[in-house]
């Protein structure tokens, strides 16, 4: 589903037959984005997106997961360095040390539970789900709720309920209720946070632990949104736990 479709959508959903209450946000000027979070609809429709995704992925949900292979630098890795939105972590599921084609899991650790830093560039495989964010994007442009990394994944199922979200942040006015929709959100919700994984992921018998790493098991990653040591925001870094007699 694209920008445009989505805000006409929500606006089906609303009680605003001549668009008193929520006019849509006018047509940019090209190159710059359609999407306005200033206007009232554009601005339900990414909370509502940032709410459903939430829910969703803490609820053990994994459609929008991204597996992506970064480099530290001084230890460190930031998700906002160079790059444009959507680059805000929500998620980070898990974290790997590469060494070259063999990828061993870490284990995280908090910011204040931090033994020995790494100033050294090490390759990381990270599995996450991005903050969704909408800004750049233009009427035609598909929603992405977890980055723009590959081809977009539809989920029609899940769009609705983003939709009818929305629409709920819009619609109450002098303590209104409307039933319907709280039905069709409960409805939405209930069915997406009980999707299967697809496909099922099925561990085949075999050794556990087969693929270890003396290396890779002294080294812990943890995460902190603004790093005044390294000056940047959204770091990943990682580091090695003190071991005594080395």
């Given at each position: 589903m694209n920008l445009g479709q989505a805000r006409e959508q929500i606006v089906t959903m609303l009680d605003d037959p001549d668009g008193q209450r929520w006019a849509l946000a006018p047509p940019a000027i090209p190159p710059a984005p359609d999407f306005d979070p200033s206007n009232e609809v554009d601005l339900a429709l990414q909370s509502a997106a940032v709410e459903c995704v939430s829910?969703?992925?803490?609820?053990?949900?994994?459609?929008?997961?991204?597996?992506q292979e970064v480099q530290t630098t001084n230890g460190t890795f930031s998700f906002t360095a160079g790059t444009t939105p959507?680059?805000?972590?929500?998620?980070?599921?898990?974290?790997?040390?590469?060494?070259?084609?063999?990828?061993?899991?870490?284990?995280?650790?908090?910011?204040?539970?931090?033994?020995?830093d790494v100033d050294t560039a090490r390759g990381l495989r990270v599995r996450m789900v991005y903050v969704p964010d909408f800004s750049g994007l233009a009427v035609g442009d598909e929603l992405t709720y977890s980055g723009s990394i590959g081809a977009t994944l539809s989920w029609s199922m899940f769009d609705q309920w983003v939709l009818s979200v929305a629409a709920q942040h819009l619609?109450?006015?002098?303590?209104?209720?409307?039933?319907?929709?709280?039905?069709?959100?409960?409805?939405?919700?209930?069915?997406?946070?009980?999707?299967?994984?697809?496909?099922?992921?099925?561990?085949?018998?075999?050794?556990?632990?087969?693929?270890?790493?003396?290396?890779?098991a002294l080294y812990r990653w943890s995460y902190v949104a603004r790093d005044a040591i390294a000056g940047q925001t959204c770091c990943l870094r990682i580091h090695r736990i003190s071991v005594r007699g080395w």
């Amino acid at each position: 589903m694209n920008l445009g479709q989505a805000r006409e959508q929500i606006v089906t959903m609303l009680d605003d037959p001549d668009g008193q209450r929520w006019a849509l946000a006018p047509p940019a000027i090209p190159p710059a984005p359609d999407f306005d979070p200033s206007n009232e609809v554009d601005l339900a429709l990414q909370s509502a997106a940032v709410e459903c995704v939430s829910l969703y992925t803490h609820s053990g949900g994994d459609f929008f997961d991204v597996v992506q292979e970064v480099q530290t630098t001084n230890g460190t890795f930031s998700f906002t360095a160079g790059t444009t939105p959507p680059n805000i972590p929500l998620f980070i599921k898990a974290v790997s040390l590469k060494d070259g084609r063999n990828n061993y899991r870490l284990h995280a650790t908090r910011e204040q539970d931090i033994e020995v830093d790494v100033d050294t560039a090490r390759g990381l495989r990270v599995r996450m789900v991005y903050v969704p964010d909408f800004s750049g994007l233009a009427v035609g442009d598909e929603l992405t709720y977890s980055g723009s990394i590959g081809a977009t994944l539809s989920w029609s199922m899940f769009d609705q309920w983003v939709l009818s979200v929305a629409a709920q942040h819009l619609t109450p006015k002098e303590n209104v209720a409307n039933a319907q929709l709280d039905q069709r959100i409960a409805m939405l919700q209930n069915s997406c946070l009980k999707a299967p994984e697809m496909p099922t992921t099925v561990t085949f018998p075999g050794p556990r632990n087969s693929n270890y790493s003396v290396d890779a098991a002294l080294y812990r990653w943890s995460y902190v949104a603004r790093d005044a040591i390294a000056g940047q925001t959204c770091c990943l870094r990682i580091h090695r736990i003190s071991v005594r007699g080395w």
